[in-house]
């Protein structure tokens, strides 16, 4: 399974959804300053989120949650996002992980759009979100603390422990979205979860039951316990 460092040198975002992001944010800050104060690094995660954002994909408030997670270092390890489409995630977890210490982040992705949500929305991007990704990931400044597995999340798990990565801290689930398909995510990665580390997923909201009944399995087997949620994100902790 290759793994790829990514390349120095992209070309920054066009400036309009650089404007985008910043009215967004302001609205944000508006309606979440107590939210926000309570943020791990609330400074930093202001300016990270204002590089890099897709917010088709994540809220604001999914992002400060997921940005708290990833600053969240109770248990040793890296961060494995399964599913990281053109890195707004990847960012996130790179920006927050690298201020507290926490480790790499091992984006999966065939960046080929390989499920149905994402095939529609490919277009754009020529077939392949992988020329944006990097591009993203540059310009945000947190290449050097990502790698990439460019595979299937199947592929992928299985090459995991030959590559003597170590326990994963937070697992972030947002690939393909069936329900078949988010439990094999879970059956195959959480496995490698630290005790007592973050298994979350996004996208879990009406729109999506195979993600519901999935997480619902999941948190029921207690494989997972004490689960926490903003809209669309749910978190739980390896038991
Ligand atoms: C919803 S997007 C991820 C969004 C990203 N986490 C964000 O919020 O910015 C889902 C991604 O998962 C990838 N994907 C879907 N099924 C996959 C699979 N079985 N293996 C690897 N990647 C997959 C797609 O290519 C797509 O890029």
């Known amino acids: 399974m290759p793994e790829v460092t990514v390349r120095q040198g992209g070309r920054a975002s066009p400036a309009c959804p650089r404007i985008r992001s910043v009215l967004g ?32 994909l994540m809220s604001d408030l999914q992002r400060a949650a997921l940005w708290a997670l990833a600053c969240d270092r109770r248990v040793e390890g890296c961060v494995v996002e399964l599913g990281a489409w053109i890195g707004g995630t990847t960012v996130c977890l790179a920006a927050a992980s690298h201020l507290v210490n926490g480790g790499l982040v091992y984006a999966v992705d065939t960046f080929a759009a390989t499920d149905p949500d994402c095939e529609a929305r490919v277009g754009p991007y020529g077939g392949s979100t992988w020329e944006a990704f990097q591009r993203n990931v540059q310009h945000a400044g947190v290449a050097p603390w990502v790698r990439v597995h460019r595979a299937t999340t199947t592929e992928a798990a299985r090459a995991w422990q030959a590559q003597r990565n ?74």
């Open 25 to 56: 944010l302001a609205r944000f800050a508006a309606f979440n300053l107590p939210r926000l104060a309570r943020t791990p690094h609330p400074v930093a995660f202001l300016r990270h989120t204002l590089v890099v954002r897709d917010p088709d």
């Open 166 to 239: 170590g326990p994963i801290r937070l697992l972030f689930i947002d690939a393909n979205h069936s329900y078949a398909s988010v439990r094999e995510d879970v059956e195959n990665w959480v496995p490698y979860v630290a005790q007592g580390g973050i298994v979350a997923w996004h996208d879990h909201n009406e729109a999506h039951p195979g993600v519901m009944r999935a997480v619902a399995e999941t948190v029921a087997s207690d494989v997972v316990g004490n689960p926490a949620t903003v809209p669309g994100l749910l978190w739980a902790y390896k038991r």
